[in-house]
């Protein structure tokens, strides 16, 4: 089974950095909450996910079924539930005709990672990681 890590550093107040596959990313709150508000908080970065990976999955079934994509905009929508989203709406907008992008949508469905992921609640597991010699500490 093939597996992906992301890692997070944290800076100061509620900052951290995100290393994301070698692309260092600033996550923080905004002032409201305590953040310096230098980068998007962690909830737009889920929402950026999958609105972002949508937007790929569209992108690669028009590909494959020779669809041309026109002005291809793709919005991710959550709404606050306490601590989490209750849910989340993905709504597409093209200038493609709307039956080709009603199929495009059907297809990406099945093949966009962070949809199905959040569909299927994956087990979450938060371990405290192995101890290192101060001494291999960078």
Known sequence: MRSRSVRATWEEGLRCTVDAGGFPLTVDEPRSVGGSDRGPQPTDLLLASVSSCFTVALAYCAARQGVELVDLRVTATGVYDGPSFASVRIEVSSGCERAALRQLITAAEKVC?????????P?????????????DTP
């Open 113 to 121: 990672y962070v949809t199905n992921t959040l569909r299927r609640a």
């Open 123 to 135: 087990d979450i597991e938060i371990a405290l990681a192995e101890e290192r010699n101060r001494a």
